[in-house]
């Protein structure tokens, strides 16, 4: 068998090492779908999961993918995992068990990459909360076992020719989010809505963003979405250091010149940081999904 491992001394730019995989490196590193979006609201009940709630707004939509910011939901119920140390020698990371926390818990702020798993619907959502006894607490939403109080809504973001889809990955031994395209965008030519990503191991997120917003012919765009770093350097603050953890988008800017991302990440040790992420130091561990947003023409 194969061990995941860090790579050599190549790694000047990271803040970490690039990590080494237990598979062969797949190209290419970025998946990028252009895409026009539907918004839509998704009404919320009490007496049912909240993934099932997110799929079923979607379907009514007939949309099979797209992404979800959460800005304050209280929730009766709320489960939720934390990256953790693998304890397989075929894979660099795994998750904790599950928190399972008593009592209600509001869920601070959240994004959800919502696509396919085969035939069925799938969601990976990472979010901060306060938790029935104050506690703020931060990590990967366990959906199904997430039950949202009744009469809220969810704001959601349809793809209209692209999705989030589930693959088996060879590189990392996981199944991932891989974006995907349904069909053509309208307007041939003409700068897209908005651009559905996946980034593999080692790959910079604010590099990344910048160079598909020059890409693309995007002058402007907002940056959401969550992922998975191998470290992480902030602007003008110390470093995250663990290659184990997990991170959502705070706020989020991007053009072809600059790239402004705050993130907060909790690493397996249940610490959580925040910051804006500096160039080339937003480097990827497992994967991460990012969706830029158009600014208006």
Same mark, same amino acid.
């Given at each position: 068998?194969?061990?995941?491992?860090?790579?050599?001394?190549?790694?000047?730019?990271?803040?970490?090492?690039?990590? $080494?995989?237990?598979?062969?490196?797949?190209?290419?590193?970025?998946?990028?779908?252009?895409?026009?979006?539907? $918004?839509?609201?998704?009404?919320?009940?009490?007496?049912?999961?909240?993934?099932?709630?997110?799929?079923?707004?979607?379907? $009514?939509?007939?949309?099979?993918?797209?992404?979800?910011?959460?800005?304050?939901?209280?929730?009766?119920?709320?489960?939720?995992?934390?990256?953790?140390?693998?304890?397989?020698?075929?894979?660099?990371?795994?998750?904790?068990?599950?928190?399972?926390?008593?009592?209600?818990?509001?869920?601070?702020?959240?994004?959800?990459?919502?696509?396919?798993?085969?035939?069925?619907?799938?969601?990976?959502?990472?979010?901060?909360?306060?938790?029935?006894?104050?506690?703020?607490?931060?990590?990967?939403?366990?959906?199904?076992?997430?039950?949202?109080?009744?009469?809220?809504?969810?704001?959601?973001?349809?793809?209209?020719?692209?999705?989030?889809?589930?693959?088996?990955?060879?590189?990392?031994?996981?199944?991932?989010?891989?974006?995907?395209?349904?069909?053509?965008?309208?307007?041939?030519?003409?700068?897209?809505?908005?651009?559905?990503?996946?980034?593999?191991?080692?790959?910079?997120?604010?590099?990344?963003?910048?160079?598909?917003?020059?890409?693309?012919?995007?002058?402007?765009? $907002?940056?959401?979405?969550?992922?998975?770093?191998?470290?992480?350097?902030?602007?003008?603050?110390?470093?995250?250091?663990?290659?184990?953890?997990?991170?959502?988008?705070?706020?989020?800017?991007?053009?072809?010149?600059?790239?402004?991302?705050?993130?907060?990440?909790?690493?397996?040790?249940?610490?959580?940081?925040?910051?804006?992420?500096?160039?080339?130091?937003?480097?990827?561990?497992?994967?991460?999904?990012?969706?830029?947003?158009?600014?208006?023409?």
């Amino acid at each position: 068998m194969i061990e995941a491992s860090l790579a050599g001394p190549e790694w000047a730019t990271g803040v970490n090492p690039p990590l $080494r995989h237990p598979g062969p490196q797949i190209e290419p590193r970025v998946l990028a779908v252009p895409t026009a979006v539907r $918004r839509f609201d998704i009404a919320l009940v009490d007496d049912q999961p909240l993934e099932d709630q997110v799929h079923a707004g979607f379907a $009514r939509q007939g949309l099979a993918g797209g992404a979800i910011e959460i800005d304050g939901l209280d929730c009766l119920a709320i489960d939720y995992v934390i990256p953790a140390q693998s304890e397989f020698p075929d894979r660099l990371a795994w998750y904790s068990a599950p928190r399972a926390p008593r009592g209600t818990a509001r869920i601070l702020q959240g994004y959800a990459s919502v696509g396919r798993d085969g035939a069925a619907g799938m969601m990976h959502c990472h979010g901060i909360w306060q938790l029935a006894d104050g506690r703020r607490a931060m990590g990967h939403l366990l959906g199904p076992k997430t039950y949202p109080r009744a009469g809220q809504v969810l704001r959601a973001i349809g793809f209209e020719q692209a999705l989030f889809d589930r693959r088996p990955d060879a590189e990392t031994n996981f199944d991932l989010f891989a974006a995907a395209t349904t069909g053509q965008p309208d307007g041939a030519g003409d700068p897209p809505a908005a651009i559905v990503v996946t980034l593999r191991p080692n790959e910079d997120i604010p590099t990344t963003c910048m160079a598909l917003c020059a890409r693309h012919g995007l002058g402007g765009a $907002r940056v959401i979405g969550l992922g998975s770093l191998n470290g992480a350097g902030f602007v003008g603050v110390s470093a995250m250091q663990d290659h184990v953890s997990e991170f959502l988008v705070r706020s989020g800017r991007a053009s072809p010149e600059t790239a402004e991302i705050d993130i907060a990440v909790v690493d397996s040790g249940a610490n959580c940081f925040e910051g804006v992420l500096a160039p080339g130091q937003g480097r990827v561990s497992i994967t991460s999904e990012i969706v830029l947003l158009a600014d208006p023409a």
